[in-house]
Every structure is written in C-alpha cells, then in structure tokens.
C-alpha cells in the first residue's frame, strides 16, 4: 500500500448511499431511492433522427476535439432559447458547457474554495454538490430549509456571526433535490439582496426547473437581477439524458474565462458528438415537445406516489407535496433512524435514501428522501406496501 503518496481530499469519507441503495440491481426490488429518470422515457426514435441529422450536416467534424467552452452552435441556442420564456437572452461570451451539472460543481469547487474557506449549502441539499466540495474545504455549513426552500432569516444570522466571509451558497431553487421545496420570488429577492450585502456568490442549479407539474416555473433568480453575484447551472440530464452528459454554467465573463482553464486542465472539451446531438434534438424542436411529455409522465407518477403516502404513511411520517421534480420528503418521528429502516426497506425488496445523507450538519437522520422518477404508477401501490411493511418490521426490532 502506498496510499501515503495520496492527496489529503481523497481522504475524505464519501458517501456510500448511492452505492448501497441508488444503485442496487436487484431486478424485483422496486425502488423509491434513485432520483434517475425514467428509462422507458427517454427519447429514442427522435434521438436517433437527432443522430442522423449531426453525421448529414457536420460529417467527420462530430467526431474531433471542440471547444474547451463548448459546440458554440448549442451555446448559441441556449443563450437564444432555453430562458426565453422569461424574456432573458444570454451572450455566448457567458456561456460554457460541461459534463453534466456535476462538472459544474467540481469546476466551481475549484474556482472559489480552498481548505479554510467557507461554503454554504440548503439543508437538506443535493448529495453530489456536498461530495464535490467537500473535496475543497472542510467548512461546508448547511442553511435550513423550511417547507418554502431556504430560510432567509436564518441565513442572514449565519452570516453574520460566520468567523470569516461566505464565499458561495449553493441552492436548487425549483423542487429541490431532495427536499421538494420551491423557492418565491420574494425569497429569491431578498436572497440575491443578502448575497449583494455580504460578498457571496449564488450558485442556482436548474436541474428540476422545467420539470414543473401544477404551476409555471418560477424564474431564475439571473433572469430578474442584474447582479454580478450569481451562477447559474444547468443540464439535459433530466429533461433529455443522463447519458448524454451536457450541461452548462451561465455566469459573468470573468467567471466564464477562470471556469475555461480550469475545464482544459481536466478534460480539454466536453464530448463533441454528444454536444452536436444536444444541439440538433434542441433545433428540430424535439426538446420542447419531450418536456411536455416528461411532465404529464411524472406528475402521474407524482400523484400516484402522495396517493398511496397518505393511505398508508399519514400517521407515521409527514412530508412535503412536490409540485415538481423528483422527491417527497419524509420526516418521522425523532427516535426513528432511517438507515436502519432502509436496511428493513432492502430485505422488503424495496429501498430509499436515509435523508441524513443530505445534512452537512449530520442532522437528519430520521429523514428520508423517496423518489418516484422510475416507478410505474400501477407499481406504486405495491412499493408503498413493501415500504410499510419494511416499518412495521422496523418497529419490532
């Protein structure tokens, strides 16, 4: 073993939840924990005329390094296109592409943190940007949310009485990941006015906006303030394809240059032929028609799920009602312990993610985050009942 010549980040625990319940393959299990999209729903048949359309029109060139910043035809439609609806339009000078919304987090990890320097994070906040920055510094402080998303409040106390200068705050605005809660527009207000007071930058992950079921999407906090403070991160992962890998940052120039050299330091460019057919699905007008059926396909899901919850689990945990995204969260009482309940949930032939996973603060643990992204609505009712018979077993232990 030699393991002495290792960086001290790699030292640090990572979380073994995606592992042992996320990606368990136990092919009669029906699972509640991967927030994955539905395989069944992924786009086939436009993809592949998608496909066809890049080898016609681009050739051998789909096939050669791009951009460091990325295929600039598809930051051009991104800037043109994806915050239209909100009457925004972005220069392709602020735009850069990445692997998926995670690079993001890894390369803004590395743009702002060092070992001392201070992060904040919603509590309960999404798993991978916690394992990305923990890699960079050890003082990731969770901000408590409240069934409206983040507390102001509570936030404007932490910054005040933090030892040193915030640097970045990470928040899913739009039915977070794993919590569910969509911020208002007064919040995202006062939120963009705290970072304006304080110095810090906002980082708004995008990743479940268009996927709204009974209201508009709120807009981006960038479409409504001009303020220099703020990051915004998107990707196609779950309104096109994980697979796929494509995501982008949408940031001042100075930040889209600093996040360049960090990307040809890890990767030179994002994969070519996956960008060009992004860019040609997104053209031939697929995307748009694809979110609509998204949106019927898992409010079905959504509805089939808080269905069966409140026949079975109303008096056993509370939780919120998603009005989009992927997740209910569920709270029960403080003495349960949720990894222990997701061991009983596994030998039940069902599974979620304990919800401590979550928490900077190691909170949480009589939380769970269950998703209904990939289950079928007719296997609702059964998942639901294997969840509660994991409990009742649980309770006798």
Same mark, same amino acid.
């Given at each position: 073993?030699?393991?002495?010549?290792?960086?001290?980040?790699?030292?640090?625990?990572?979380?073994?939840?995606?592992?042992?319940?996320?990606?368990?393959?136990?092919?009669? !299990?029906?699972?509640?924990?991967?927030?994955?999209?539905? @395989?069944?729903?992924?786009?086939?048949?436009? +993809?592949?005329?998608?496909?066809?359309?890049?080898?016609?029109?681009?050739?051998?060139?789909?096939? *050669?390094?791009?951009?460091?910043?990325?295929?600039?035809?598809?930051?051009?439609?991104?800037?043109?296109?994806?915050?239209?609806?909100?009457?925004?339009?972005?220069?392709?000078?602020?735009?850069?592409?990445?692997?998926?919304?995670?690079?993001?987090?890894?390369?803004?990890?590395?743009?702002? +943190?060092?070992?001392?320097?201070?992060?904040?994070?919603?509590?309960?906040?999404?798993?991978?940007?916690?394992?990305?920055?923990?890699?960079?510094?050890?003082?990731?402080?969770?901000?408590?949310?409240?069934?409206?998303?983040? @507390?102001?409040?509570?936030?404007?106390?932490?910054?005040?009485?933090?030892?040193?200068?915030?640097?970045?705050?990470?928040?899913?605005?739009?039915?977070?990941?794993?919590?569910?809660?969509?911020?208002?527009?007064?919040?995202?207000?006062?939120?963009?006015?705290?970072?304006?007071?304080?110095?810090?930058?906002?980082?708004?992950?995008?990743?479940?906006?268009?996927?709204?079921?009974?209201?508009?999407?709120?807009?981006?906090?960038?479409?409504?303030?001009? !303020?220099?403070?703020?990051?915004?991160?998107?990707?196609? !992962?779950?309104?096109?394809?994980?697979?796929?890998?494509?995501?982008?940052?949408?940031?001042?120039?100075?930040?889209?240059?600093?996040?360049?050299?960090?990307?040809?330091?890890?990767?030179?460019?994002?994969?070519?032929?996956?960008?060009?057919?992004?860019?040609?699905?997104?053209?031939?007008?697929?995307?748009?028609?694809?979110?609509?059926?998204?949106?019927?396909?898992?409010?079905?899901?959504?509805?089939?799920?808080?269905?069966?919850?409140?026949?079975?689990?109303?008096?056993?945990?509370?939780?919120?009602?998603?009005?989009?995204?992927?997740?209910?969260?569920?709270?029960?009482?403080?003495?349960?312990?949720?990894?222990?309940?997701?061991?009983?949930?596994?030998?039940?032939?069902?599974?979620?993610?304990?919800?401590?996973?979550?928490?900077?603060? *190691?909170?949480?643990?009589?939380?769970?985050?269950? !998703?209904?992204?990939?289950?079928?609505?007719?296997?609702?009712?059964?998942?639901?009942?294997?969840?509660?018979?994991?409990?009742?077993?649980?309770?006798?232990?």
């Amino acid at each position: 073993m030699r393991n002495g010549n290792f960086s001290k980040r790699i030292s640090e625990k990572s979380s073994d939840a995606m592992s042992k319940f996320v990606l368990a393959q136990d092919p009669e !299990s029906i699972s509640f924990a991967g927030g994955l999209p539905d @395989n069944d729903l992924f786009p086939v048949n436009e +993809l592949t005329y998608a496909y066809e359309e890049v080898l016609r029109t681009e050739k051998n060139v789909a096939f *050669q390094y791009s951009s460091s910043r990325g295929d600039t035809k598809l930051c051009q439609l991104i800037g043109e296109s994806f915050f239209s609806k909100w009457g925004k339009t972005i220069p392709v000078e602020k735009i850069i592409l990445t692997e998926g919304s995670q690079q993001a987090l890894d390369l803004l990890g590395k743009l702002f +943190l060092d070992e001392d320097d201070i992060a904040l994070i919603e509590e309960p906040g999404y798993l991978g940007t916690i394992q990305a920055w923990s890699m960079f510094t050890k003082n990731l402080v969770g901000i408590p949310q409240d069934e409206n998303g983040i @507390n102001i409040e509570y936030l404007e106390e932490k910054l005040l009485s933090l030892e040193k200068p915030a640097k970045v705050l990470y928040i899913v605005p739009d039915y977070s990941n794993p919590a569910g809660t969509c911020l208002p527009i007064q919040r995202r207000e006062k939120l963009i006015e705290l970072a304006e007071k304080y110095h810090f930058y906002i980082v708004e992950d995008l990743a479940y906006s268009l996927l709204s079921y009974d209201n508009e999407t709120l807009p981006p906090l960038f479409t409504f303030s001009e !303020s220099s403070n703020i990051i915004t991160i998107g990707s196609f !992962s779950k309104i096109l394809s994980p697979g796929l890998r494509t995501g982008f940052v949408v940031a001042e120039k100075d930040i889209i240059e600093s996040l360049t050299r960090l990307k040809e330091a890890s990767d030179l460019c994002s994969g070519t032929l996956n960008q060009k057919l992004v860019y040609q699905f997104y053209r031939l007008g697929f995307l748009e028609k694809h979110i609509e059926k998204l949106r019927k396909a898992y409010k079905e899901k959504r509805d089939a799920l808080k269905k069966e919850l409140e026949e079975s689990f109303t008096d056993i945990a509370q939780w919120n009602n998603p009005h989009g995204g992927f997740f209910f969260f569920l709270v029960f009482p403080e003495w349960v312990d949720t990894y222990e309940l997701a061991e009983s949930a596994l030998r039940n032939k069902t599974s979620f993610v304990p919800g401590k996973e979550f928490f900077v603060s *190691q909170n949480g643990k009589n939380t769970a985050r269950v !998703s209904f992204s990939q289950i079928p609505p007719e296997k609702m009712k059964d998942g639901v009942r294997r969840f509660l018979k994991a409990w009742e077993e649980y309770k006798e232990e």
